[in-house]
């Protein structure tokens, strides 16, 4: 078990740094000749990178210092803990790292965080909501289409007003939740 910990607490951060470093587009938004492509932001996925580090550092520290006699704690304890905080952000950046949206002419295809990709004609959207993001900040953008029966979310983490701007189907857009409450009040 503590090996295990260990090897995860080494391997994970590295594996994501060189995905990181081998993969990294740069911009979270490309502009193609044919295309748009909107991804998460290299900001947030190299932090994510930085967390991991720097809890697997702390970690393999503790774990040595216990192992010492320095502190009374148990190592397996430490190491469960730390790997399995390693683990939830190597997952965690893993999600990001897949979550896109790509905008055609008359299409976009939504990757999402867990999930098939979809691909939704710009005719066939039936309406757009705006939503509240789960953690709070950016608004997200719920696209119903007809075919399917759940929504594609285009996530706040991305340039949703740009993507409306491509998509271009303001006719089905609700009216945004920040709009409607300052009428109200």
């Known amino acids: 078990m503590r090996l295990v910990s260990l090897a995860l607490m080494i391997v994970l951060p590295v594996l994501a740094a060189t995905g990181q470093h081998l993969a990294d587009r740069g911009l979270s938004e490309r502009h193609h000749r044919h295309h ?4 998460a932001a290299s900001v ?4 994510l990178i930085v967390v991991m580090v720097f809890m697997a550092v702390l970690g393999l520290a503790l774990t040595w210092l216990c192992s010492l006699g320095v502190f009374e704690a148990s190592t397996v304890v430490l190491g469960s ?9 190597f997952l965690l950046w893993l999600l990001m ?3 896109s949206v790509v905008t055609y002419d008359d299409r976009m295809v939504v990757t999402p965080i867990l999930g098939r990709q979809r691909t939704i004609a710009y ?4 309406s757009m909501e705006w939503h509240r993001a ?3 900040g950016r608004q997200d953008v719920r696209v119903f289409s007809k075919g399917q ?3 594609s979310t285009i996530r706040g983490i991305l340039d949703v007003q740009q993507i409306l701007m491509r998509i271009n189907r303001f006719d089905v857009l609700s009216a945004s939740p920040s709009a409607d409450e300052r009428e109200r009040g």
């Open 123 to 126: 005719r066939d959207i039936t």
């Open 149 to 151: 029966r759940r929504p």
């Open 97 to 99: 790292r897949r979550y």
């Open 81 to 89: 803990f730390f790997s399995s905080f390693v683990v939830t952000m």
């Open 36 to 39: 748009d492509t909107y991804v």
């Open 44 to 47: 947030l996925t190299r932090t």
């Open 134 to 136: 789960l953690l709070g």
